[in-house]
């Protein structure tokens, strides 16, 4: 943090106007409309959420996004990745578990990676273009979402499956495991 | 059954953090005024790491118990996955800001809060042109 230089908003709550305007002198190259605000955070919050709804509707919209977000079970997957391929019939013999779990990490590393590289590949043609910062990451939010959406219901809709599937078929009608199998009940062996 | 569960993870995962992980921060800091910009964006993390405590929480306490939860989650999953597709494509909450400059997407809302007759500003922040 020691690196970090002091943000405009910061030197300007300080009234130290030279100093504000020095750290803008690289962004006023690029915009000459560009505007900060100096209004300190306790009266920004009271804004926020006191301000006859005039943020009701942005408030909102983040809400649900923070929701929905985490509902779709994506955290959920990354850290319990080992769980779901322990239970579709990973071993532990070898490391195959870990292994396949550190690799769902690098894959989570190579997709935020893809993802940033896309964000700043935009923000680079946006400026160097004079163009106004805009959302415009892709051709077409109905393409990831389709994608996103379509892969969310093929891995929900395969987990209670794998849950059950293998470990039953192992089982004998009395409940106990078949002859030459040691574990068939998956909520006993994790 | 490994090998499909390892590729839908990886092919979830990947197009996950491709593209709805990212563009969510995209989205949040773009919807707000300049004066509470800062404030809000703060707000908002918050509610996600909070968020995410809650999620983590239940569902490690649930979804070992019987396969009843692990079905519930999936259907809370689903149920979820549908919604954000659905809120991310409805104009009357998202709006669109392409072509629009990062000073003026308060005005994203104007319609809005003209159109709503408790609308008041009540002149705390102090917006400066440099």
């Given at each position: 943090?020691?690196?970090?230089?002091?943000?405009?908003?910061?030197?300007?709550?300080?009234?130290?106007?030279e100093e504000e305007k020095k750290?803008?002198?690289?962004?006023?190259?690029?915009?000459?409309?560009?505007?900060?605000?100096?209004?300190?955070?306790?009266?920004?919050?009271?804004?926020?959420?006191?301000?006859?709804?005039?943020?009701?509707?942005?408030?909102?919209?983040?809400?649900?996004?923070?929701?929905?977000?985490?509902?779709?079970?994506?955290?959920?997957?990354?850290?319990?990745?080992?769980?779901?391929?322990?239970?579709?019939?990973?071993?532990?013999?070898?490391?195959?578990?870990?292994?396949?779990?550190?690799?769902?990490?690098?894959?989570?590393?190579?997709?935020?990676?893809?993802?940033?590289?896309?964000?700043?590949?935009?923000?680079?043609?946006?400026?160097?273009?004079?163009?106004?910062?805009?959302?415009?990451?892709?051709?077409?939010?109905?393409?990831?979402?389709?994608?996103?959406?379509?892969?969310?219901?093929?891995?929900?809709?395969?987990?209670?499956?794998?849950?059950?599937?293998?470990?039953?078929?192992?089982?004998?009608?009395?409940g106990a495991c078949h002859s030459?199998?040691?574990?068939?009940?998956?909520?006993?062996?994790? | 059954?490994?090998?499909?569960?390892?590729?839908?993870?990886?092919?979830?995962?990947?197009?996950?953090?491709?593209?709805?992980?990212?563009?969510?921060?995209?989205?949040?800091?773009?919807?707000?005024?300049?004066?509470?910009?800062?404030v809000a964006i703060s707000v908002?993390?918050?509610?996600?790491?909070?968020?995410?405590?809650?999620?983590?929480?239940?569902?490690?306490?649930?979804?070992?118990?019987?396969?009843?939860?692990?079905?519930?989650?999936?259907?809370?999953?689903?149920?979820?996955?549908?919604?954000?597709?659905?809120?991310?494509?409805?104009?009357?909450?998202?709006?669109?800001?392409?072509?629009?400059?990062?000073?003026?997407?308060?005005?994203?809302?104007?319609?809005?809060?003209?159109?709503?007759?408790?609308?008041?500003?009540?002149?705390?922040?102090?917006?400066?042109?440099?």
């Amino acid at each position: 943090m020691l690196v970090v230089p002091e943000s405009p908003v910061w030197l300007d709550l300080k009234n130290a106007h030279e100093e504000e305007k020095k750290s803008l002198k690289d962004e006023e190259k690029e915009s000459t409309n560009y505007t900060i605000s100096s209004a300190d955070p306790v009266s920004a919050l009271d804004s926020l959420f006191c301000t006859a709804g005039k943020y009701k509707d942005p408030l909102f919209v983040s809400m649900v996004l923070v929701l929905m977000h985490q509902m779709v079970g994506a955290s959920i997957t990354i850290l319990h990745s080992n769980d779901f391929i322990h239970k579709s019939g990973g071993h532990d013999q070898g490391g195959t578990v870990g292994g396949l779990a550190i690799g769902v990490g690098i894959t989570h590393f190579a997709g935020s990676v893809f993802g940033l590289a896309f964000m700043v590949l935009s923000l680079i043609s946006i400026y160097s273009h004079s163009q106004p910062y805009s959302l415009t990451l892709f051709t077409s939010r109905t393409q990831s979402d389709t994608l996103t959406l379509t892969l969310t219901l093929t891995l929900i809709i395969s987990h209670p499956g794998h849950y059950r599937t293998p470990h039953a078929a192992l089982r004998r009608s009395d409940g106990a495991c078949h002859s030459g199998y040691t574990t068939c009940h998956i909520f006993k062996d994790v | 059954m490994l090998i499909p569960t390892i590729v839908v993870l990886y092919l979830y995962v990947g197009t996950f953090q491709c593209f709805v992980g990212p563009v969510f921060m995209v989205i949040v800091t773009e919807i707000f005024a300049v004066e509470i910009r800062s404030v809000a964006i703060s707000v908002t993390c918050s509610a996600l790491f909070a968020m995410t405590f809650v999620v983590q929480i239940l569902y490690t306490a649930t979804a070992d118990d019987a396969s009843n939860c692990t079905i519930a989650w999936s259907a809370i999953f689903a149920v979820s996955a549908v919604l954000t597709i659905a809120s991310l494509h409805s104009e009357k909450v998202l709006p669109e800001t392409m072509g629009i400059e990062l000073s003026e997407s308060e005005n994203l809302w104007k319609e809005d809060a003209e159109a709503s007759p408790d609308m008041v500003d009540d002149g705390n922040a102090n917006v400066d042109t440099i």
